[in-house]
T-cell receptor
């Protein structure tokens, strides 16, 4: 099975940079993805790392290191609207092939 | 382009009843997945359908079932509701069975009393 660990809460100020880590235990997976969810809203896909390294999409970047079983989401130039929950997720490459989410990190951006 | 539509948005049911939730994926998307979200357990995978066939199933009891129609619309059914079934049920669609990039609906908030 899959297990993903994330910090439960992170707080930062507007304009700052914040990194949300995700460590995982898995027998095999296709890649690491990240989703954002505002209170009461739908999760929104942010980024995906199929291979090791950094992927950049605007203010958001995501990193994966399979050898370290570790990934992170980097948010730059934080804005108040970035206050939300962030989830990492992996898809099992075995027979189950289910998508497993981390428990989520609540990011609070302060003025 | 319309997004993923889930109905109803809110639902209150009594323990022991059954419930059916509906999901209309983005036009052209043939893969639909269902998730249960609770404060304690986070996002848990229920099942995934592609071209009317269940492709994967999560670790939920048989009371949870689903189906997909030829137009890719999907329904999930929960029978003999328990208090612990209270949750936000989310549906996600994609054009094919992929590993990332799902588009989620806003969910159905089910409360079991």
């Amino acid at each position: 099975g899959q297990s993903l660990e994330q910090p439960s809460e992170v707080t930062a100020v507007e304009g700052a940079i914040v990194q949300i880590n995700c460590t995982y235990q898995t027998s095999g997976f296709y890649g690491l993805s990240w989703y954002q969810q505002h209170d009461g809203g739908a999760p929104t896909f942010l980024s995906y790392n199929a291979l090791d390294g950094l992927e950049e999409t605007g203010r958001f970047s995501s990193f994966l290191s399979r050898s370290d079983s570790y990934g992170y989401l980097l948010l730059q130039e934080l804005q108040m609207k970035d206050s939300a929950s962030y989830f990492c997720a992996v898809r099992d490459s075995g027979s189950a092939r289910q998508l497993t989410f981390g428990s989520g990190t609540q990011l609070t951006v302060l003025p | 382009k319309a997004g993923v539509t889930q109905t109803p948005r809110y639902l209150i049911k009594t323990r022991g009843q059954q419930v059916t939730l509906s999901c209309s994926p983005i036009s052209g998307h043939r893969s639909v997945s269902w998730y249960q979200q609770t404060p304690g357990q986070g996002l848990q995978f229920l099942f995934e359908y592609f071209s009317e066939t269940q492709r994967n199933k999560g670790n939920f009891p048989g009371r949870f079932s689903g189906r997909q129609f030829s137009n890719s619309r999907s329904e999930m059914n929960v029978s003999t509701l328990e208090l612990g079934d209270s949750a936000l049920y989310l549906c996600a669609s994609s054009p094919r069975t992929v590993n990332y990039g799902y588009t989620f609906g806003s969910g159905t908030r089910l409360t079991v009393v």
